[in-house]
């Protein structure tokens, strides 16, 4: 997707929608994954990505639980990979999450709404599943945050062109205008969120290009 397809104006309200077909960031996902599931004999096996097995009890259920009107078989499995091809990269990227990260994490959800506290448990059947999902979550976000933040340190805006690029999203009529600092500042943070999920839509289809990624014969029917 390139950057004029969001259309003027699409940036000036503070939203900014940006959809990879490959790599959906579906985070309902990784809450399925390697969990409980994983554990049942009669489980079939859809993949394997770089010998971890994807369960297809876990597509079904993320299906079932959050997108069955939006979301494809298929579409679920490849965001499967998409997601877990990202959760390997901890270790190269030596990022971990430390057990009192996850423990201070439910204790504000359980301050904050004691309800949302107790339908998350009873939604993953035990305290302990919650918090397995949990850091996988943790772990997800901590690596889009370590690519993403190296890309834009990486790789500035570069002052003379912001003024033109903020003509073509909205912000301003042309270029001849003042620019208020906080206008400017307001489109360089949207269009840095744009650049930095394009990117990591990008890295994580490079990172699926370099997997070993074997789908089984349960998978036939999906892909």
């Known amino acids: 997707m390139q950057p004029s397809s969001l259309g003027l104006g699409c940036l000036k309200g503070g939203i900014l929608l940006v959809c990879f077909k490959k790599c959906l960031i579906f985070f309902c996902l990784i809450l399925f994954l390697f969990i ?3 554990c049942e004999d009669n489980n079939a096996v859809l993949a394997y990505v770089n010998g971890e097995a994807i369960y297809q009890a876990d597509i079904d259920a993320a299906i ?7 979301l494809t078989y298929s579409d679920a499995l490849d965001s499967a990979i998409c997601e877990l091809v990202v959760l390997q990269q901890s270790d190269v990227l030596g990022i971990h999450v430390h057990d009192d990260e996850i423990e201070n994490l439910i204790k504000e ?16 059947k035990t305290l302990d599943e919650y918090k397995k999902s949990l850091l996988y ?6 690596i889009m945050d370590a690519v993403t933040d190296k890309y834009i340190s990486e790789n500035p805006l570069i002052d003379s062109e912001i003024p033109t690029l903020m003509v073509e999203y909205g912000f301003i009529e042309n270029t001849d205008v003042l620019i208020e600092d906080n206008l400017k500042e307001l489109f360089i ?6 650049r930095r999920e394009k990117y990591f839509g990008e890295w994580i289809e490079s990172l699926r290009q370099s997997s070993d990624i074997v789908y089984t014969e ?3 029917d999906f892909i």
């Open 36 to 38: 409980a599931s994983s």
């Open 64 to 70: 079932e639980r959050y997108l069955p009107n939006e």
């Open 109 to 124: 959800l359980e301050e904050y709404s004691p309800e949302l506290y107790n339908i998350a448990v009873r939604e993953y």
């Open 137 to 142: 979550l943790v772990t997800y976000n901590k």
């Open 189 to 194: 943070n949207e269009y840095n969120e744009y």
């Open 218 to 220: 349960a998978a036939e």
